[in-house]
């Protein structure tokens, strides 16, 4: 998310966030990588509203740019971020078993995925924090506007105890390197 936000300050969109863009080294310092489709939202200078190009992958892509209505920003990259989120908690994007086509129909058409979307017997309520619930729930809002910025986001209770630099360098990398690396 911090890496997110910088890209963002800096006028640029990803386009393309998910786990498989997510490098974690054994110091488990997490790295965002594949700027192949990354775009600048500054012109000769100035900041643009909004691009219109239809790149990405499918899963992980906002109604917005599937759409080519009105175009979009960098909201769609935290649109990616929710759904990275639920990829990594089940090891699979919401509708990566559909065709991309039926991806795009079921992003569309459909309420935003959450993870009730994957029909399993887990207790999401069990397993998973309200708090993280509700920062996917809002990542994952269908009208862009009603989406958080980056720095809205870090504000938000899930990412609280990661506030703190001290917090984030210590107990957080120690605890991923025992868990992951």
Do not use: D, K
């Given at each position: 998310l911090l890496g997110l936000k910088y890209i963002h300050d800096n006028g640029q969109i990803h386009r393309d966030i998910k786990a498989g863009n997510i490098l974690l080294d054994g110091c488990a310092?997490?790295?965002i990588a594949d700027f192949g489709v990354s775009s600048w939202l500054i012109d000769?200078?100035?900041r643009r509203e909004h691009t219109?190009?239809?790149v990405g992958t499918p899963c992980?892509?906002?109604p917005e740019v599937?759409?080519?209505v009105e175009g979009y920003e960098y909201r769609a990259d935290?649109?990616?971020l929710?759904?990275?989120a639920l990829e990594l908690c089940k090891g699979y994007a919401p509708y990566a078993k559909y065709a991309p086509m039926k991806v795009l129909l079921l992003t569309i058409q459909e309420d935003p995925p959450s993870l009730h979307t994957y029909n399993d017997s887990d207790d999401v309520n069990v397993l998973w924090s309200e708090s993280f619930r509700s920062m996917i729930a809002w990542c994952l809002q269908k009208d862009p506007s009603k989406r958080p910025t980056c720095a809205k986001l870090l504000a938000h209770p899930h990412f609280m105890p990661l506030a703190n630099a001290d917090v984030r360098a210590a107990e957080w990398r120690e605890r991923t390197k025992r868990e992951v690396c």
């Open positions: 310092y997490v790295r000769g200078g100035n219109t190009t239809f992980w892509m906002a599937m759409e080519q935290i649109w990616s929710g759904i990275t």
